[in-house]
């Protein structure tokens, strides 16, 4: 029988093969300069394809060269025969490894999927898991999820004790002795550097009246601790503004574009004032899709006031893998069709999300001597049909569709 490491390397893509070529290796000291590849050999050289990273105003054909886990050189015409490998990018968008910054990937437990299936798969090699685990929980997540994925996988600690394993329709969180900001706090610091925040969901299924007391807790654990929080925000029993008045610097407003009462709009459909300040004083605004947190009203309405996310994020749970929101590519690509250029969709799932927590390494960028995570796309051309939320539907002229992608130097090719 295939162990869950092995069934990872063949069969990351949902109904596609994929093939891992070449072992991580030692990570080394590298040089950084483009001018020293053509006297020693490397790893990996993704050819031909055109390169887009925003963290250095990159876009432009150029070829990438990977050795010892780490990024080499990003420049023109590199030799094919310095290289062990090759991988040819002809017609792809060679870009940083995609970051999700919300996902549920506590395999098999709640609603949670398979990370390596449903996000190294498509083309994302790094994700954080967002608050599937309470403070009991924390710990057999990473034993079991986290030590034995391929995907790169980082972790908030939900300030609920059951985190999503019962779900959100049965109000976990309304007794508060289920809410402990020490237990809390403790588990994280324990389980840094794994742990890079803490979690709540404030939303009126979930604790009912008691969203402002629960958030209170959330933001001492992560007080104490020294980690940003990440707060759920849809439907709450309070008004928006007393909520993110709360929110402090470095802190995430995740599922901001969502349609309900207290939403981030006035009544006369525009951005409140709060919400403004929040934004000013440093919090970060993240899309989190999941199956009932996004608008295309709602986010057609904000991009037109100038007012875009931050990051964009699935909350990639079992409910919403068959759509709407299918994967972090697909997402990505609704936000082109809503108008957003190419070039800054890429911004946002790779130099923004590693902007926002502290991951012990550098992601989101193809600097040399930086973590060796890339992403291959197929720029797709023709007419695509995706739906929000609210059963919406808006029409698309691209899709992204995932070629191949490398984890710390390790090549995944779809095999469709």
Known sequence: ?????????????????????????????????????LDQKFDLLI??????????????????????????????????QQSAQVFS??????????????????????????????????GVPTVVDAGSAGYPMIAGFIKYVVKTSLTRIFALVDIGALGTVVGIREHPMENLEWVNPELTARAAEENKPTVVGIKVRLQKSIEGPNDIECLKRALQAAESCGLPLMAHIDDPYSPLPDI????????????????????I???????????????????????????SHMSFDVAQKCLAQGFLPDTISTDLYNGNVFGPTYDLPTLASKFLALGMNLDKVVELVTIKPAQVFDYGMQLGTLKPGTEADISIFEVREGKFAYMDADKKKLAGHQQLMSKAVVRSGQLFVNQE
């Open 1 to 37: 029988m295939l162990t869950r490491r092995q069934f990872s390397k063949n069969f990351l893509a949902g109904g596609t093969a994929w093939l891992a070529c070449g072992d991580l290796g030692p990570a080394n000291a590298l040089p950084t300069s483009s001018d020293k590849i």
């Open 244 to 263: 993110v008045r709360l929110l402090r610097k470095g802190d995430v407003f995740t599922h901001f574009l969502g349609n309900h009462e207290h939403s």
């Open 47 to 80: 050819k031909g394809g055109t390169v887009i990273d925003p963290s250095q105003h990159l876009h432009e054909s150029l070829d990438v060269a990977v050795k010892d886990r780490k990024i080499l050189a990003v420049a023109p015409d590199i030799p094919e």
């Open 89 to 122: 990018a002809k017609d792809a968008i060679v870009t940083p490894g995609f970051i999700d910054l919300h996902v549920h990937c506590f395999d098999a437990i709640g609603a949670g999927v398979n990370a390596d299936h449903y996000c190294l798969g498509r």
């Open 265 to 291: 709009l006035d009544t006369n459909q525009k951005i409140l004032p709060e919400v403004r300040e929040a934004r000013e004083r440093g919090v970060f605004f993240d899309i989190a899709e999941g199956s």
